[in-house]
């Protein structure tokens, strides 16, 4: 797979923040390839992932691009699956309990990916989130 100058970068600046065990969530407009760069930061930490998200549109995209080391799951599952990197697709719901359930259970670095950094409720992505790194903007 092929990343865009954007995608490269961006990678580039969130790999250093989860080797050093951070919770980031990388932001990019809708489309402009969150999964690839999720993809990507994980073939290149190379270390077991469980990566989780909400719709199965969103898992069965996941599996397409991930390696089969990688384990995809809906975050409804009650289960827990340790890891030592966490994924969250649609990360602007981790405050949500289904998510949260996830996250408080893992103590490594986490992953978070959004096109939208911010929560209707007001609750701020901080609750989970050490920092933010922005891809792209649709502007």
């Known amino acids: 797979m092929i990343l865009r100058p954007h995608q490269l970068e961006a990678v580039a600046r969130t790999l250093p923040a989860l080797r ?3 919770r980031v969530c990388l932001v990019a407009p ?43 799951f809906s975050v409804q599952e009650r289960k827990t699956h340790r890891a030592e990197l966490l994924v969250v697709d649609e990360a602007h719901h981790s405050c ?13 670095p986490v992953l978070g990916l959004t096109a939208t950094p911010f929560r209707l409720d007001g609750r701020g992505l901080g609750e989970v989130f050490s920092e933010l790194i922005v891809a792209t903007t649709a502007a």
């Not at 999720?38 to 073939?43: L, N, Q, S, Y």
């Not at 909400?54 to 691009?65: D, F, G, Y």
């Open 30 to 72: 809708t489309g402009s390839g969150k999964t690839v760069m999720g993809a990507e930061i994980v073939r290149r930490l190379s270390v077991p992932t469980r990566w989780t998200a909400h719709r199965r549109e969103l898992i069965a995209q996941a599996k397409a691009k991930l390696p089969a080391t990688c384990g995809v």
């Open 96 to 108: 949500a309990s289904s998510y949260r359930r996830h996250l408080d259970a893992h103590t490594g």
């Open 20 to 22: 050093d065990g951070r």
